[in-house]
């Protein structure tokens, strides 16, 4: 059993920057891919970012050039950064770790980009 635990997020003018934390637990060197989705209200779950255990990051286009996904430690934290943050950003974040075959989520954060 894999807990993915969140932080970070918040209310934040056009234009500002936030950062999304997420952890895995149990620490271990077999958890996968970890990944950043979005939902948007009334909208599908979209992937927004997901990283490898090789550390090579993956973008929607949406985000490329003002998002940054980066992978420390033994590689069970993530940190979003979030950049030149748009109003279209605005969405519940979630995170996820692979492991044995199957994605973990955390339980939501909320990001809300004001115009």
Known sequence: ???VVQSGGGLVQSGGSL???CS???NT???????????APGKRRELV???TNS????????VKGRFTLSRDGVGNTVLLQMNELKP?????????AWYLGRDY???GTQVTVSS
């Open 55 to 62: 550390r090579s990051p993956q973008y929607a286009d949406s």
């Open 1 to 3: 059993q894999v807990q």
């Open 24 to 26: 895995a637990s149990p």
């Open 105 to 107: 989520w955390g339980q």
């Open 88 to 96: 279209e950003d605005t969405a519940i974040y979630f995170c996820t």
């Open 29 to 39: 060197f077999s958890i996968g891919a970890m990944s950043w989705y979005q939902q």
């Open 49 to 51: 970012a997901s990283i």
């Open 19 to 21: 950062n999304l934390s």
